[in-house]
């Protein structure tokens, strides 16, 4: 199936490509499906794109490539929701708030993406009672959030 994109224009994606969001992203509940599409030449961000609405896709990256120390335990709502069975299909991701200059950008380690690579079911998991924030800067490691 064809579908248009915020940064790729129109692409084809297969159907087994889609990501299964059942309750959407908080913010955006209508938006059940996904895809996650590369960014050219680079092998640490990628683009979670919405299948419906062509302007809705996030900058995104796994948090262990810059936090090393990042840990969290998945509730058992969510194990049960996407159905993971072993820590092996299991694929985290945050999202990132783009800022000019790109060295300012941030990362919300509160709300992690978890994906299920074996079912491709997927949800946002928000992190109560955590010293995680949402907006973290990616480029200098800092564990305060950013104040706006």
């Known amino acids: 199936m064809n579908i248009q994109t915020k940064y790729h224009g129109e692409i084809k994606v297969n159907e087994q490509e889609i990501w299964h969001f ?13 895809v996650l599409l590369p960014l050219p030449d680079n092998d640490v961000f990628m683009i979670l794109q919405a299948v419906q609405t062509p302007y809705i896709a996030f900058v995104i990256t796994n948090p262990f490539l ?5 840990e969290f335990k998945i509730d058992d709502s969510t194990l049960e929701q996407l159905q993971l ?3 092996k299909d299991v694929a985290v991701y945050s ?11 941030t ?9 299920n690579v074996k079912n491709h079911q997927a949800k946002q998991m928000i992190l109560n009672d955590s010293p995680y924030h949402t ?10 959030p950013v104040k706006e």
């Not at 990362?107 to 994906?115: D, G, R, T, V, Y």
């Open 135 to 144: 907006k973290h800067l990616l480029f200098q490691h800092a564990q305060e």
């Open 85 to 87: 069975e072993s820590e």
């Open 22 to 34: 059942e309750k959407g992203l908080p913010g955006f509940p209508d938006e059940k499906q996904f």
């Open 66 to 70: 810059t936090f090393k120390d990042y």
């Open 95 to 105: 999202i990132l708030t783009v800022k000019d200059p790109f060295v300012n950008t």
């Open 107 to 115: 990362i919300n380690l509160q709300a992690p993406l978890i994906f």
